[in-house]
């Protein structure tokens, strides 16, 4: 009998919950913005000239989103599955995923382990406000860049990391390999 392999993306893709656990580092993330001028902005600035969100391979990271405007913004995170752990201050057990709606003046949290390395692009679903600013990165920090481990550069180019999840994904991807 044949033995077939799973990815950890297939198996990440099935997994309805994290475990628990708490973060390792949380990241408050205020979405702004207004109709005249047009311009939508996460924490006050504006793609390009944004600071990435600092994460390190193997974190719990959370990151709290207050929408500061009276629209919603559907929020969506690059390489990662997150969970939604709170709705306007209220615990929450949701399902994994990689988009959540903010809703207008409300708050969201989101927590996902850090366990896919990379520069991922993390922004807001309504194009029209990415391209005017509600955009930036989720980015390993320096150390982690100047010199990525045996363990980073391997599962970047290892064939068992590519499953759907990651192929729709891949084009934003920026490979940490040296």
């Known amino acids: 009998m044949r033995r077939r392999s799973i ?9 309805l919950l994290l475990c628990r656990r708490a973060p390792d580092v949380t990241h408050r993330v205020i979405c702004a913005g207004a109709m005249t001028p047009y311009a ?20 719990r990271v959370a990151i709290e989103m207050l929408n500061h405007t009276m629209m919603p913004h559907p929020m969506h995170l690059h390489g990662h599955a997150f969970q939604v752990v709170a709705i306007n201050g209220a615990p929450l057990a949701s399902a994994v995923r990689d988009t959540v709606l903010v809703p207008p003046m409300g708050s969201v949290t989101m927590a ?3 366990d896919n390395p990379g520069r991922w692009a993390f922004h807001c679903h309504n194009l029209y406000h990415m391209m005017t600013g509600m955009m930036r990165f989720a980015t390993p920090r320096s150390s982690e860049l100047a010199q990525p481990s045996r363990t980073i550069r391997r599962a970047a180019r290892s064939p068992k990391c590519v499953g759907l999840r990651h192929q729709k994904s891949r084009r934003h991807r920026i490979v940490l390999t040296s």
């Open 7 to 15: 990815s950890r993306w297939s198996v990440a893709s099935k997994r």
């Open 40 to 59: 939508w902005s996460l924490n006050g600035e504006y793609w390009p000239n944004v600071t990435s969100l600092m994460i390190a391979t193997g974190q």
């Open 112 to 114: 996902f382990d850090a």
